[in-house]
């Protein structure tokens, strides 16, 4: 079996055959006008809208404040994800650019 493949037949295992190529225009045309033919641009299909569907999201309830041992306020995170976790810490992440202090209270699915 032959392992060397030159250029001209990878192309062709790759992207298979090309088309023949057109053929050349000769200038020894007496005079004659080419026909221009102006060819309309199909209409793209219209891409069907794809429902979102059914988004999992849960609530995340916090405790936050300030002051240790101070006013605590409540507050609640939505986070678009099923993992308690990442939910969890999506929540505190936000909570803690504004709080010192962040006590998760509870994860429930919405």
Same mark, same amino acid.
């Given at each position: 079996?032959?392992?060397?493949?030159?250029?001209?037949?990878?192309?062709?295992?790759?992207?298979?055959?090309?088309?023949?190529?057109?053929?050349?225009?000769?200038?020894?045309?007496?005079?004659?006008? /080419?026909? %221009?033919?102006?060819?309309?641009?199909? &209409?793209? =299909?219209? +891409? #069907?809208?794809?429902?979102?569907?059914?988004?999992?999201?849960?609530?995340?309830?916090?405790?936050?404040?300030?002051?240790?041992?101070?006013?605590?306020?409540?507050?609640?995170?939505?986070?678009?994800?099923?993992? /308690?976790? %990442?939910?969890?810490?999506?929540?505190? &992440?936000? =909570?803690? +650019? #504004?709080?010192?202090?962040?006590?998760?209270?509870?994860?429930?699915?919405?």
């Amino acid at each position: 079996m032959n392992t060397e493949l030159t250029e001209e037949e990878m192309r062709r295992a790759l992207f298979g055959d090309s088309e023949s190529p057109a053929p050349a225009i000769h200038s020894d045309v007496q005079g004659s006008v /080419s026909d %221009v033919v102006i060819v309309q641009p199909l &209409k793209a =299909a219209k +891409k #069907k809208k794809v429902s979102k569907g059914f988004t999992p999201r849960l609530r995340v309830t916090l405790r936050v404040g300030n002051e240790f041992e101070g006013k605590m306020h409540e507050m609640v995170h939505v986070a678009d994800t099923l993992s /308690s976790l %990442v939910a969890e810490q999506e929540a505190t &992440k936000t =909570a803690r +650019k #504004k709080f010192r202090f962040v006590e998760v209270v509870s994860v429930k699915s919405m």
